[in-house]
């Protein structure tokens, strides 16, 4: 049971925008800043968007992040079928006094 | 070139151990804070080890803390992990990752390894 409360699954078509939630409580989302990965087969995860909302240099503008209070989206217009991967939101929790993780959602495109 | 390369993973019996390494290159190694994730076949990425630029703090997941030990060599660029009492659930992936911060424990990561892995079995 992960901290962190992700769709396990989401999908969309090429050129449809999709989101995938991430939602916590007051100690982790609510009180931090939310960070998330794309992890392709077979690869390691790769930071996506870090502090709730940006994005690390070379991530496509397609992928966005938001948060609002204790929940977290991200979202990717524009879909490709490169983007099929899994997706995992992330941030600190203060009362582990450690980072926490959602349990991912496996994106498929159509 | 800015990279991670974790080593040292194998097929271990229970309740057997071993010690990971992860030899860093490309940045200021001892500016970051360093962690170890791991991943199990087909699940979810699992935070279990972080620890301080100077290697004088670290903290551990609750699965793992009292039978892992992560240590760094600031002056050989390298992180480790002893891991002992090998449990069958601790087959996984080990990645090691680099703070997003230099100078703090964010709990968020710019940079993995390749991963190593550790397969527990009799």
């Known amino acids: 049971q992960s901290v962190l409360t992700q769709p396990i699954s989401a999908s969309g078509t090429p050129g449809q925008r999709v989101t995938i939630s991430c939602s916590g409580s007051?100690?982790?989302?609510?009180?931090?800043?939310v960070y998330w990965y794309q992890q392709l087969p077979g690869t390691a995860p790769k930071l996506l968007i870090y502090?709730?909302?940006q994005r690390p240099s070379g991530v496509p503008d397609r992928f966005s992040g938001s948060k609002s209070g204790t929940s977290a989206s991200l979202a990717i217009s524009g879909l490709r079928s490169e983007d099929e991967a899994d997706y995992y939101c992330t941030t600190w929790d203060d009362s582990l006094s450690a980072p926490v993780f959602g349990g991912g959602t496996k994106l498929t495109v159509l | 070139q800015v990279q991670l390369v974790e080593s040292g993973g194998g097929l271990v019996k229970p309740g057997g151990s071993l010690t990971l390494s992860c030899a860093a290159s490309?940045?200021?190694?001892?500016?970051?804070?360093m962690n170890w994730v791991r991943q199990a076949p087909g699940k979810g990425l699992e935070w279990i080890s972080y620890?301080?630029?100077?290697?004088?703090?670290?903290k551990y997941a609750d699965s793992v803390r009292g039978r892992f030990t992560i240590s760094r060599d600031n002056a050989k660029n390298s992180l480790f992990l002893e891991i002992h009492s090998l449990r069958v659930e601790d087959t996984a992936v080990y990645f090691c990752?680099?703070?997003?911060?230099?100078?703090?424990?964010?709990?968020?990561?710019?940079?993995w390894g390749q991963g190593t892995l550790v397969t527990v079995s009799s």
């Open positions: 620890i301080n630029t100077f290697g004088n703090y670290a």
């Open positions: 502090g709730n909302n």
């Open positions: 007051n100690y982790n989302i609510g009180s931090n800043f």
């Open positions: 490309g940045f200021t190694f001892s500016d970051y804070y």
């Open positions: 990752a680099r703070d997003v911060l230099a100078g703090a424990g964010t709990g968020a990561f710019d940079m």
